[in-house]
């Protein structure tokens, strides 16, 4: 049976989308038994070149979702506006809707959702998250029974390539940033990728159907990974250590809570194995134990792929008259404060090198109830490194050790703090 | 909305399941907005001591399929009959069916998803391959769309779990065996998982939903793990490689192919990193680029999870009235031979040390038109041990070369001979 597909946006996700359509048509319909039709691809610009034929372009994005021959509107534009104004249309038309926006999902998630719901129209948003990984639909249907304790995600491809290139070659952080967006892997502003912003959306959205709770970005405390340097990522593996930025979202009885930093992993950890613009994501539960989802998080053809099924998903519940949102409940609940989260720290301190400094360094930690796990001092005479990592603690009192420890003369710098993740 | 289930088979899936709902159910229904009600458990053998609320036990398998208030029936019995009987009874009645079965679903899963189709009857089967891991339903949703090149699993975890102790330990795959067998890890009679019928079964399976085709047990090729003996893991090790056994399933043009065997694959293949009873499954497709899913691939609580996914999704096709099996189409193909199949062969030989001993083992492989990419010797005087790798050649040219060098008076025995994953 057909199901004519409008496409807004006609970027690199769109085109890719496109083409496949046009080009698999054929596979699709033996495969599945549905013959997606593409009908239109709406642009801002018609000027640009695209890689899709030209005749399915149209500056009318409205008139896609209007039109009478498009079933399904695949919203590939990314930002939070016409994104949301042309969704809330189609959905309120009538017309199930999939997309990869994981802006407008993480900040709007609800609003729509909800909409969607109230009139029964089937909203899906597997590329939002994990490009080509299929994880929001294992969460949201193969989990949706189970108690999901914990989610683990390297959900941003720009900072892991940055980071896996400065461990690799033992680069500098602006040297392999400048070369990322020469290849466009990062963006001229990177500021939403190597802030943390994109990895923050992701979380949200991570975190929302791990618990079935509704999580606002901005309760998502987020740190990105222009603060770490070369020389942090070099002791980092010296002492069996990789740098990554990961998204966490912890849930259990005293509430949820997700955040985005990076952190140091064992390299004999499965996400220290995570290289390059790949992603992935682990997931941990009292009776299904660790799952490992990974592959490519970004590029056109594999987020294509995702959308692609969730197409083919929506086309059949359209077709069977069945259409699900959201597979999952969602609740209102408080999210817990990052202040009372346990983290271990690790720090590196430039320090006068005299009789007494790591007592007094070591009182500062004591005064704060933070213990010190181990530390390791390098270089004598003059100023000296020492690196620390502290046992589990409170967020509030990591802080209250690191203001004591700022206030000491013999501090000259606190040069780089990195969490630790907590080897259950 | 209230779904009673009728659980078949007590054991230990069964009763992780029993268990799970009855102390789930409230956040199950939180969650999901389903209410799932455990209404009977079928067992063979009532006397037998169970780990679940007695008083659900039944001897009556037939009867918890006819109950009016069972609208749901999991098997979770294993082997082919009665389960066959006992869910076309299901099927034929209307009810959606969930099942672990894979030994069921690889010989008698068209018989079974035709009669589910034609009742209209969803029939889901998550845990049937890779436990908790979500593999079945991202093949048949998430990547409906997509074509599929390969895929690749380690789906056996009592093999693998054998396979990394050797390896681990330096011990000997019958010392592994009885204690795999002693801690229950294996069965006492383990023909099923060292042969390799279980991950045939399940290579069956995957291949199917991979390519949309029906494949049978019988056309996959399978080799188990007895011959792997720890002077070979020694020396893999010793060559960069692990030897895990895997399931293999490759589709293109020239038609599908599966089979399971011992493989040698790269320390750094993702694959090799799965340890201990750990599952994994790669997916490779030219739009979605690699895909990785590893997890717990048994044990009764991993398992009852997967099981429990479907009966939500099948309860809630089953409360729209929108049941749906299968999810893809599956089309009649003919298997390509496993003659025709590329494979690079590890060999150790027990040669006569004489002078041009190693031109006339080239020269068998020369004849057969398989030519060497490497070879070690070790020892010196009397007989010598060689191992050789071949460059890719079809396994018939394989056989052929291995027919010639057996006939050669200076090869005392051909002591091992493993695949080698290719590294494309």
Same mark, same amino acid.
């Given at each position: ?8 946006? @006609? ?5 890719? %989308? ?7 048509? @054929? ?18 610009? &018609?000027? =640009? =070149? ?27 534009? *990314? ?7 042309? %969704? ?13 926006? =994981?802006? %407008? ?35 949201? #249907? ?26 690799? +070659? *033992? ?15 990062? #963006? ?34 987020? +740190? ?28 259990? +009885? ?13 390299? @004999? ?6 290289? *390059? ?6 997931? +941990?539960?009292?009776? &299904? ?29 359209? %077709? ?35 009789? !007494? ?8 930690? !004591? ?13 004598? *005479? ?43």
């Amino acid at each position: 049976m057909r199901v004519g597909i409008g496409i807004l946006g @006609g970027g690199t996700v769109g085109g890719s %989308l496109a083409n496949q359509l046009l080009r698999e048509a @054929g596979a699709i319909s033996a495969k599945s038994g549905i013959d997606v039709e593409l009908v239109a691809v709406g642009v801002r610009d &018609l000027a =640009k =070149k695209r890689d899709f034929p030209a005749g399915y372009a149209t500056d009318d994005l409205e008139g896609v979702v209007d039109d009478d021959r498009v079933d399904l509107v695949v919203e590939l534009m *990314g930002g939070i506006d016409p994104a949301r104004s042309l %969704l809330k249309r189609a959905l309120e038309a009538g017309k199930p809707v999939v997309t990869a926006n =994981k802006e %407008l999902m993480a900040n709007h998630g609800e609003e729509l959702i909800e909409l969607a719901a109230g009139r029964g129209v089937s909203l899906l948003f597997e590329a939002a998250v994990g490009g080509a990984i299929p994880i929001i639909r294992p969460l949201s #249907e193969s989990l949706a029974g189970e108690r999901i304790d914990r989610v683990i995600g390297i959900v941003n491809g720009t900072t892991n390539y940055i980071l896996t290139a400065m461990e690799d +070659e *033992g680069r500098a952080y602006a040297d392999v940033l400048a070369e990322a967006q020469a290849l466009g892997f990062a #963006e001229a502003d990177p500021t939403a990728d190597v802030a943390g912003h994109d990895s923050a959306a992701k979380a949200a959205i991570l975190a929302g159907l791990a618990f079935g709770v509704w999580v606002s970005v901005a309760d998502v405390h987020t +740190e990105g990974i222009h603060g770490i340097d070369e020389v942090a990522i070099e002791m980092a593996n010296s002492l069996g250590y990789s740098v990554k930025l990961l998204a966490i979202a912890d849930g259990g +009885e005293r509430g949820h809570v997700a955040r985005v930093h990076p952190c140091l992993i064992p390299m @004999g950890h499965q996400l220290s194995s995570v290289r *390059g613009s790949s992603n992935a994501v682990f997931l +941990e539960g009292p009776n &299904l134990g660790q799952l490992l989802f990974s592959g490519p998080g970004a590029g056109g053809q594999p987020t294509a792929t995702a959308v692609l099924g969730d197409v083919i998903t929506a086309s059949r519940e359209l %077709l069977a008259g069945s259409q699900v949102t959201p597979r999952i409940r969602y609740s209102a609940a408080s999210p817990r404060s990052f202040d009372d989260v346990e983290n271990q720290w690790y720090l590196r301190l430039i320090v006068a090198d005299f009789p !007494g400094v790591l007592a007094q360094v070591a009182g500062a930690f !004591g005064a704060a109830d933070v213990s010190i796990k181990s530390v390791w001092q390098e270089g004598r *005479g003059g100023t000296v490194t020492l690196v620390i990592i502290t046992h589990p603690a409170q967020e509030k009192a990591q802080r209250s050790a690191l203001e004591k420890l700022s206030a000491l003369d013999a501090v000259d710098q606190v040069a780089a703090i990195i969490r630790v993740l907590d080897e259950e």
